[in-house]
């Protein structure tokens, strides 16, 4: 088959998709790559058997085909390059210019594999080798994540099989405002007091330290630390495999459901941090269109980017990015006031991707769009303090009705996984978290400090619902924004008075 039949234009249709997986593959589930996947190479069998019938051979017609798609599938990467480029004042890559070169390299393709490639079938072979050799990296590394997913998924099922929960014992709301910074950092960095925000979570007997930090720099070592009420360094993670299973399926989700508590969460955009297998998982249905994100990501790397952007106004929001982002946004603060109404005892995990970019909320939740790197430095740190201001206003109210529809007082933790963005604040600033504690019952004055920082949440929590007398840890900060960095050791740092 190798030798004699021209598979390689198949083979490269499937390698962006599979590679724009693979590269996302901690961020998406796997059933995500299928649809596009089928598209392709459906388009694929398309292009060939139109080329066959103009070029009557097989082999001039996948030479054709393939250089079709090379061409298909990398404009839109090309122009995200190129389309900032400037010469002597001019944009000379834009979609005018590009899409017409892009049409001039396809006719000059398709016209020299009809009348200029000589032996097509001798390059067959070699087109098949190369082509299948390019899918090993990321077929293997979206087979390895879906492998050690479905691992660490049947020991959490293996490990939970909990008793009853004490009906005593009072639910858990663990909100994470995405990238939602410290008080002072705001109001200094960001012109935004939040004070009325801080003064109304104190109003309502809420605990907020003073000096909080978060202990990493990064949302996926930031939760698996505090979910796991230990640092990093000792979870036993495969570096192949990050620290999404141990998010997912950490201490404390295993630690309650063994007593009997139910968990609960809602979509994230990111399928590290997607419980997808709680016993109650709040999908409204909402959606922008009928591409998903993937797709529609995938979508733009390829020549479709040309009428996405052309027709940024008037297309449907189905290809829309930020209006399925904003909407899971909106569908994550209507869980969080529908999960009151659930049967016996909730562990509610809310990872809510704001204030971090991109952009898509006003300050009065109105419906805008900023994307990162399209605004000055100015323009980005009112955006985020936009965002800031609009969840700040929303999250009191859905506190409220928590509390008013619980049978009995939750217990509820409100933190930033870390502070903004590090492109608008030093090091030490993206540590500066949100950090609020609301446990009914707690003298908190004896087991809060203004110091604490995530990795100690639970321990506190367990040891006072669960009477587990776990030791708090140090209290440390380290900031690294990439896997293979070396982490920096941050020190503790308070507002001045």
Same mark, same amino acid.
């Given at each position: 088959?190798?030798?004699?039949?021209?598979?390689?234009?198949?083979?490269?249709?499937?390698?962006?998709?599979?590679?724009?997986?693979?590269?996302?593959?901690?961020?998406?589930?796997?059933?995500?790559?299928?649809?596009?996947?089928?598209?392709?190479?459906?388009?694929?069998?398309?292009?060939?058997?139109?080329?066959?019938?103009?070029?009557?051979?097989?082999?001039?017609?996948?030479?054709?085909?393939?250089?079709?798609?090379?061409?298909?599938?990398?404009?839109?990467?090309?122009?995200?390059?190129?389309?900032?480029?400037?010469?002597?004042?001019?944009?000379?890559?834009?979609?005018?210019?590009?899409?017409?070169?892009?049409?001039?390299?396809?006719?000059?393709?398709?016209?020299?594999? #009809?009348?200029?490639?000589?032996?097509?079938?001798? #390059?067959?072979?070699?087109?098949?080798?190369?082509?299948?050799?390019?899918?090993?990296?990321?077929?293997?590394?979206?087979?390895?994540?879906?492998?050690?997913?479905?691992?660490?998924?049947?020991?959490?099922?293996?490990?939970?099989?909990?008793?009853?929960?004490?009906?005593?014992?009072?639910?858990?709301?663990?909100?994470?405002?995405?990238?939602?910074?410290?008080?002072?950092?705001?109001?200094?960095?960001?012109?935004?007091?939040?004070?009325?925000?801080?003064?109304? !979570?104190?109003?309502?007997?809420?605990?907020?330290?003073?000096?909080?930090?978060? %202990?990493?720099?990064?949302? !996926?070592?930031?939760?698996?630390?505090?979910?796991?009420?230990?640092?990093?360094?000792?979870?036993?993670?495969?570096?192949?495999?990050?620290?999404?299973?141990?998010?997912?399926?950490?201490?404390?989700?295993?630690?309650?459901?063994?007593?009997?508590?139910?968990?609960?969460?809602?979509?994230?955009?990111?399928?590290?941090?997607?419980?997808?297998?709680?016993?109650?998982?709040?999908?409204?249905?909402?959606?922008?269109?009928?591409?998903?994100?993937?797709?529609?990501?995938?979508?733009?790397?390829?020549?479709?980017?040309?009428?996405?952007?052309?027709?940024?106004?008037?297309?449907?929001?189905?290809?829309?990015?930020?209006?399925?982002?904003?909407?899971?946004? !909106?569908?994550?603060?209507?869980?969080?006031?529908?999960?009151?109404?659930?049967?016996?005892?909730?562990?509610?995990?809310?990872?809510?991707?704001?204030?971090?970019?991109?952009?898509?909320?006003?300050? %009065?939740?109105?419906?805008?769009?900023?994307?990162?790197?399209?605004?000055?430095?100015?323009?980005?740190?009112?955006?985020?303090?936009?965002?800031?201001?609009?969840?700040?206003?929303?999250?009191?109210?859905?506190?409220?009705?928590?509390?008013?529809?619980?049978?009995?007082?939750?217990?509820?933790?409100?933190?930033?996984?870390?502070?903004?963005?590090?492109?608008?604040?030093?090091?030490?600033?993206?540590?500066?978290?949100?950090?609020?504690?609301?446990?009914?019952?707690?003298?908190?004055?004896?087991?809060?400090?203004?110091?604490?920082?995530?990795?100690?949440?639970?321990?506190?929590?367990?040891?006072?619902?669960?009477?587990?007398?776990?030791?708090?840890?140090?209290?440390?900060?380290?900031?690294?924004?990439?896997?293979?960095?070396?982490?920096?050791?941050?020190?503790?740092?308070?507002?001045?008075?």
């Amino acid at each position: 088959m190798l030798k004699k039949f021209p598979i390689y234009p198949f083979l490269f249709a499937a390698y962006p998709v599979l590679a724009l997986g693979a590269y996302n593959v901690f961020e998406i589930s796997v059933g995500e790559i299928w649809r596009p996947l089928a598209v392709s190479l459906a388009l694929v069998g398309v292009i060939l058997g139109i080329t066959r019938l103009l070029l009557r051979d097989w082999h001039r017609a996948a030479v054709a085909t393939t250089i079709i798609l090379l061409l298909l599938f990398s404009y839109g990467q090309v122009y995200s390059e190129l389309k900032s480029v400037t010469l002597a004042g001019i944009f000379p890559f834009r979609h005018r210019s590009l899409g017409s070169l892009w049409g001039l390299l396809l006719i000059a393709g398709v016209v020299w594999a #009809w009348r200029w490639l000589k032996e097509p079938a001798n #390059w067959t072979p070699w087109l098949n080798l190369v082509a299948a050799l390019l899918l090993v990296f990321p077929t293997y590394t979206i087979v390895a994540a879906s492998v050690q997913r479905a691992v660490q998924s049947a020991r959490y099922a293996s490990a939970s099989q909990g008793s009853s929960a004490n009906p005593d014992s009072p639910d858990i709301y663990y909100i994470i405002l995405d990238g939602y910074g410290r008080q002072d950092l705001l109001r200094d960095k960001f012109g935004y007091d939040n004070s009325d925000f801080i003064n109304g !979570l104190k109003e309502r007997g809420f605990y907020v330290p003073d000096c909080s930090q978060s %202990n990493y720099a990064r949302t !996926l070592t930031s939760l698996a630390s505090s979910l796991n009420m230990v640092y990093v360094d000792d979870l036993p993670i495969d570096p192949k495999i990050g620290a999404g299973p141990f998010l997912k399926y950490g201490a404390v989700r295993l630690f309650l459901q063994e007593r009997g508590y139910r968990i609960a969460a809602f979509p994230t955009g990111y399928q590290w941090s997607e419980w997808t297998d709680s016993d109650v998982f709040y999908e409204s249905g909402l959606s922008a269109g009928v591409l998903n994100e993937f797709e529609t990501l995938f979508a733009q790397t390829t020549l479709l980017r040309i009428p996405f952007d052309l027709m940024e106004h008037q297309i449907t929001s189905a290809f829309r990015l930020e209006e399925n982002r904003r909407l899971r946004t !909106l569908n994550a603060l209507t869980a969080l006031t529908t999960f009151p109404d659930e049967d016996g005892n909730l562990f509610v995990f809310a990872h809510i991707v704001i204030p971090h970019p991109p952009y898509y909320f006003g300050a %009065n939740g109105e419906d805008v769009f900023y994307a990162p790197g399209q605004l000055s430095d100015s323009e980005e740190r009112k955006a985020y303090a936009d965002q800031a201001r609009f969840i700040s206003a929303r999250m009191l109210g859905v506190i409220d009705t928590i509390s008013a529809k619980s049978d009995r007082l939750p217990v509820i933790i409100v933190q930033g996984d870390h502070g903004p963005p590090p492109y608008l604040v030093a090091p030490a600033g993206r540590m500066e978290n949100l950090n609020a504690y609301f446990l009914p019952g707690v003298d908190t004055s004896k087991v809060l400090y203004p110091s604490i920082t995530p990795v100690n949440t639970f321990r506190v929590i367990l040891d006072q619902y669960f009477g587990q007398n776990l030791p708090l840890l140090e209290d440390r900060s380290y900031f690294g924004l990439a896997n293979d960095e070396t982490l920096v050791e941050i020190p503790p740092s308070c507002p001045e008075p």
